[in-house]
């Protein structure tokens, strides 16, 4: 096995594969895996990698949960003694302090890793994340959203976030001491931000944020991070952004060589997205895949999340699509049409109703959604498939049998086209993209579809 550079953790998996594809189109070769990769896995197929990350579902979980979780994982990614791990969170920094905490993350980080301060980059400008003074600003469309009043996360139905400051979104978090090389400083000298740096470290500052709002301040923070690289693995949290940053310090110090593009694997006539995001550009995916070719079923929602009702709901929603595969379309299956759409509020409404907790509405509807998915391909001979939301990814790509993906082809930033490999030998092989329900314009089910 090469050396490797670089490994991760993401706390849910369309963020995962976020990564694998920010260090594959960079020139780093990586294999994103479910669980901690054994040494005959990194051996086998897998042996010229440079990076490796596990998919996790973190986000979802209570800090309880993430002890369960994160202190194995994180162990048994430590001791493939990689100079770099990321803890990998959404661009978007929803968390809340008893959902998917980022300082309860950070927290089980310290013990394991032992770090003398934590960099922390939320910024991606390729997926539109900025960061100035502090606060984080998302894209949609041609306007620019403080995070608080953007219009899906200032609405998420797990974590909304009422707050785009993430000194102090964090500090509801954690207690450790947080500062900020701001944008004053990302845009002076070398020798200036280093020197703010240094400074903040020699002061005891243990969660260092980093503003950003272009290539040219990854190109710095990959640069400083990279410097700071020792006799133990330098723990990091954040986006994507980090990866960016990374690659672009490691193709100008000759680190890595930028690859060639890579190559569509062509049009499949037919392909099944099953879809569990109330994300705007999601909704607007399913219009315009419905206006190009595709039939939409939409899911019974509140009987797929009782155990009374799931299995014939689920039952129900699978011969609906193999009818419509029958016909020569493609099948496009969703729980929610936009963050407005009655059926979220009527999901949770009915888990409350039957002594469910709403709060995990995510991992039912995902684990359900899986399950449909599942069926759909082993009686069928599809050879792609799309998912998209971030727990639908996680929970479906489980009821597959996945255990590592691989890119094939870019296809919107942060969601590329995959190989799945699986050790179940249908899913084995099979192309699928698991994306995040902000990820992708309009097109991106169609462009699935046409291989890019």
């Known amino acids: 096995m090469t050396q490797l550079l670089l490994t991760f953790y993401g706390d849910d998996f369309t963020g995962s594969t976020d990564v694998m594809e920010a260090l594959q189109i960079n020139g780093v070769p990586t294999v994103l895996f479910l669980e901690p ?4 896995q990194l051996g086998g197929r897998f042996a010229g990698v440079r990076a490796v990350g596990v998919a996790g579902v973190s986000r979802s979980m209570s800090p309880a949960q993430m002890d369960e979780e994160l202190f194995p994982k994180f162990g048994a990614l430590k001791a493939l003694d990689a100079p770099f791990f990321h803890y990998k969170i959404c661009s978007t920094f929803d968390s809340s302090p008893t959902v998917g905490s980022i300082g309860h993350a950070i927290e089980i980080g310290f013990q394991v890793f032992d ?6 980059v939320v910024g991606a400008p390729v997926l539109r994340r900025y960061v100035l003074f502090g606060n984080l600003f998302a894209r ?5 959203y403080r995070l608080d009043r953007h219009p899906t996360m200032s609405k998420h139905p797990i974590t909304p976030m ?17 500062g900020l090389i701001d944008i004053w400083h990302m845009e002076d000298s070398d020798a200036a931000i280093d020197a703010r740096f240094q400074t903040l470290v020699d002061d005891g500052t243990e969660i260092i944020f980093f503003d950003t709002f272009d290539q040219r301040h990854l190109a710095h923070i990959g640069r400083i991070v990279w410097s700071r690289r020792g006799d133990k693995p330098v723990f ?18 000759g680190v890595v060589e930028k690859p060639e593009s890579l190559k569509s694997p062509g049009r499949v006539d037919q392909l099944v997205v099953v879809s569990g995001s109330a994300a705007p550009p999601t909704a607007e995916q399913i219009d315009y895949a419905l206006e190009h070719g595709f039939v939409g079923i939409r899911l019974d929602s509140p009987c797929l999340v009782d155990p009374a009702t799931a299995d014939a709901a689920r039952e129900q929603a699978v011969q609906a699509a193999l009818e419509v595969l029958s016909d020569g379309h493609s099948a496009l299956l969703y729980s929610a049409h936009g963050p407005d759409d009655p059926a979220i509020e009527q999901t949770k409404a009915h888990m409350a109703s039957i002594g469910l907790d709403p709060k995990t509405v995510g991992n039912s509807l995902g684990t ?17 498939a799309c998912v ?5 990814c996680g929970y479906t790509s489980r009821q597959l049998g996945i255990y590592a993906l691989e890119v094939i082809v870019p296809i919107a930033p942060g969601a590329p086209l995959c190989r799945a490999s699986s050790g179940q030998p249908r899913f084995d092989g099979l192309e699928i993209s698991l994306k995040g329900g902000q990820n992708g314009v309009a097109d991106y089910f169609v462009k699935i579809r046409e291989g890019g």
């Open 115 to 120: 770090p003398p301060f934590v960099p922390l």
């Open 37 to 40: 990769p054994t040494p005959e």
């Open 140 to 144: 949609v469309g041609d306007i620019t």
């Open 162 to 178: 009422n707050e785009s400051d993430l000194r102090l979104h964090l500090s509801k978090q954690s207690r450790r001491s947080m």
């Open 236 to 253: 990091m949290v954040g986006s994507s952004g980090l990866e960016y940053a990374l690659t672009s310090h490691w193709q100008q110090a």
């Open 368 to 384: 359900q959604q899986g399950l449909i998915l599942r069926d759909i391909l082993e009686r069928t001979d599809l050879k792609r």
């Open 388 to 392: 998209a939301g971030g727990d639908t």
